[in-house]
C-alpha cells in the first residue's frame, strides 16, 4: 500500500504548540531516517490545521496569532519546493526568417545551441528598434533566420506564467509552454483590435500563442499583462 503522512500540532501542557509529522509505510514503520520531523518552532499556539496533497509535496496550512501559514512538506521530509518534472515542447520551423520565442526553461538558451541551423548574428529583438541579441529570454519574441527549416525538440522546465511589460506601439513577445488564447492579451485593454500577428510564410492574425513562436502585438499604450 502507499505510505501515510502524519501531522499534528502538539499543543497541550508543556507542549510546543509546534507542528510535526512522521511518515509511516504500509507496516506502520517510520519511513524517514529521523522518524518525526519538526515544520514550526515559533511556539505560538496553532489551530486550525488541514492538510492536502499537491504535486511532489503535502501542503500543511495552519492558524496562528490571527494569521494563516503554510507549509509545503516535500516527500523526503523536508520543506520547500517541489522540483518541475522536465516537459517537452515541439516546434516547426521554416527555412528563412522566423519569429521565434522561448518555448521552456532551459540551461543554455543560447541561441546557436537552441537552433544549429541558425546564420551567426541573426537573432534579432524589437524595443522600438531591432537589437542583435544571442540569448533568448521568457516572453520576448525573436526574429532569427534559419538555414534550414525543420521540426525542433525542446526539453526543459515549463513556463506557466509570464508578466509581459508592453509599450505603446509594436511589441515582439512569447509565450508559454502551453498553447494561450490571444483573448487573454486582448481582454488586457492594451491590445489594439485585430493588433496580433504570427508569421508562417507572411504575416496573419493569429488565434493562439503557440510555444516556441514569436508574435507581432499592437498595444495602444503601455502596461503589463500578466
Known amino acids: 500500500g502507499d505510505d501515510m503522512i502524519v501531522a499534528y500540532i502538539e499543543q497541550s501542557v508543556n507542549m510546543s504548540g509546534d507542528i510535526y509529522a512522521s511518515r509511516l509505510n504500509s507496516n506502520g514503520l517510520f519511513s524517514w531516517f529521523q522518524h518525526t520531523v519538526t515544520l ?12 492536502g496533497k499537491g504535486p511532489g ?7 496562528e496569532n490571527g494569521s494563516v501559514f503554510a507549509h509545503c512538506l516535500l516527500e523526503d521530509g523536508t520543506l520547500g519546493v517541489p522540483e518541475q518534472e522536465d516537459t517537452e515542447v515541439s516546434v516547426d520551423y521554416l527555412t528563412g526568417w522566423n519569429m521565434v520565442g522561448l518555448p521552456v526553461l532551459i540551461d543554455n538558451a543560447q541561441y546557436q545551441t537552441l537552433f544549429p541551423e541558425a546564420y551567426s548574428g541573426s537573432l534579432y529583438s524589437f524595443n522600438g528598434s531591432y537589437q542583435q ?3 533568448l529570454t521568457p516572453g520576448t519574441g525573436y526574429l532569427l533566420r534559419l538555414a534550414l527549416g525543420e521540426t525542433l525538440e525542446f526539453t526543459g522546465s515549463p513556463i506557466n506564467d509570464l ?14 509552454s502551453t498553447p494561450v488564447d490571444v483573448a ?33 502585438v499592437r498595444a495602444s499604450g503601455s502596461g503589463n499583462i500578466i
Open 40 to 51: 514550526t518552532t515559533s511556539g505560538n499556539s496553532k489551530s486550525d490545521m488541514s492538510s
Open 184 to 216: 487573454v492579451l486582448y481582454d488586457s485593454g492594451l491590445v489594439v483590435a485585430n493588433g496580433i500577428y504570427g508569421y508562417d510564410d507572411g504575416y496573419n492574425n493569429v488565434d493562439m500563442i503557440n510555444p516556441g513562436k514569436g508574435y507581432w
Open 133 to 135: 541579441e544571442t540569448m
Open 163 to 176: 508578466t509581459l511589460s508592453i509599450i505603446d506601439g509594436w511589441n515582439l513577445i512569447s509565450g508559454l
Open 57 to 63: 509535496c503535502v501542503f500543511i496550512v495552519w492558524s
